[in-house]
């Protein structure tokens, strides 16, 4: 069982980040999915990879998944360069 440490990114469709200032630890367990050939669907009987648990820092979800033996895997973000312009600069 292993797990992903992430902070979500802003999706095209929202213009606020108010929401995204959470970091995600969520566990990925996918050998023991099972593959239905009829509908398309994947299922099976272990539930651990549908967790996803939100934490108020990279440090807080690090110290849980070091408490619970998790193998986990920090995913870094790139930061978001904001270049203010003004509407005039368009017709200069």
Known sequence: MKAKIYKPSKTAMQSGRSKFNKWVLKISDNKNQIRDTMMGWNGGSNTSSQ????????????????SNNIDYEVLETSVRKVISKSYADNFK
């Not at 967790?51 to 070091?66: G, R, T, V, W």
């Open 51 to 66: 967790i996803q648990l939100n934490f108020k820092s990279k440090e807080d979800a690090i110290h849980y998944a070091k």
